[in-house]
Structures are given as C-alpha cells and as structure tokens.
C-alpha cells in the first residue's frame, strides 16, 4: 500500500514563498503523473500543478511563472515551490499520485498566506 505524506506548509506574508513536498512510500511500483491541488475554504478542489511521468509539467493559469513543480523519482518525491503568494492562495494543499490502476491523494498541508 502507497501512502503520501506532505510538508511544508505554514504561515507566509503575501508576496512570500514556500515549498512543498509529498513523499510516496510503501509498495511503490510504477508511478505515473504526481500532482498538486488545493482547496480553499468554502470552495472545490482545484488542480494547480502536474509532473508526469514522462517528464512534463503542466500548470493551472494562476499560478503560471510563480509555481515550480518538480520531482526526484529517485526519492519518489514531488515539490511545489511557491514564489510571491497571493492572500487567495489560502488553502490547504494536497499532493495526488497516479498509478496505472489508482490515484491516491495525500492529507493535506496547510498553508496560509497573510500579513
């Protein structure tokens, strides 16, 4: 069984930057895209960033030439650094993995983007 475990997260003043990172471990096999989405408060998961297996990364629009999403398949880790964070971008961040016959979703990490 995968499990994700995600850090990073925390309290940054608007224009600030973090990053996260979601560790697979367990019966890892074959992963295929690793991924971040966050949801906000009152509002629906949204998808902000994906790095496939293949090696390409895609991004939501708002985040486009401010997020970084990389991974180091070695590590089976995927990172999402954040540079000059809006107060909007308050929500909690969630790291996806696809395998050939499931997707799992880590628990979340916080982050809160306020002065």
Known sequence: QVQLVESGG???QPGGS???SCVASGSICIINDMGWYRQAPGKEREWVATFTRG???NYAE???GRFTIT???AKNT???QMNSLKREETAVYYCRVVQPTQFLWGQGTQVTVSS
């Open 71 to 73: 991974r180091d398949n």
């Open 62 to 64: 708002s985040v486009k």
């Open 10 to 12: 925390g309290l940054v």
């Open 18 to 20: 973090l990053r996260l």
């Open 55 to 57: 090696g390409a990364t």
């Open 78 to 80: 995927v990172y999402l």
